[in-house]
Nanobody, 122 residues
Framework: QVQLVESGGGLVQAGGSLRLSCAASGRTIRSYAMGWFRQAPGKERDFVARISWSGGGTYYADSVKGRFTISRDNAKNTVYLQMNSLKPEDTAVYYC???????????????WGQGTQVTVSS
């Protein structure tokens, strides 16, 4: 199985930037679509961004469109989420997930990381 570990979270001021990383191990993520999700206290887990297995397609929640950018480096087996113009409502635990077509159809996520906390103040 593939293991996913998020990093890069922290405390930032509103308007600041942060880059999250999702490092995969165990297997290559080359053929996986990858996604980022987030969950705020007392809220359901929400979709944030998705990148296709080829890197040719990206998709974003309306709430982050224009501010966040998802990217991948398959050579490093890593996915990133660049977050700019952060708002207090972006505060959440951010999770990385992998969509393996050999497990379930694309659109369903099969592997999840443990999350990294992002807190936006002011």
């Amino acid at each position: 199985q593939v293991q996913l570990v998020e990093s890069g979270g922290g405390l930032v001021q509103a308007g600041g930037s942060l880059r999250l990383s999702c490092a995969a191990s165990g297997r290559t993520i080359r053929s996986y679509a990858m996604g980022w999700f987030r969950q705020a206290p007392g809220k359901e887990r929400d979709f944030v961004a998705r990148i296709s297995w080829s890197g040719g397609g990206t998709y974003y929640a309306d709430s982050v469109k224009g501010r966040f950018t998802i990217s991948r480096d398959n050579a490093k087996n890593t996915v990133y989420l660049q977050m700019n113009s952060l708002k207090p409502e972006d505060t959440a635990v951010y999770y990385c997930a992998a969509d393996d077509p050999l497990v379930t159809a694309f659109g369903q996520y099969d592997y999840w990381g443990q999350g990294t906390q992002v807190t936006v103040s002011s």
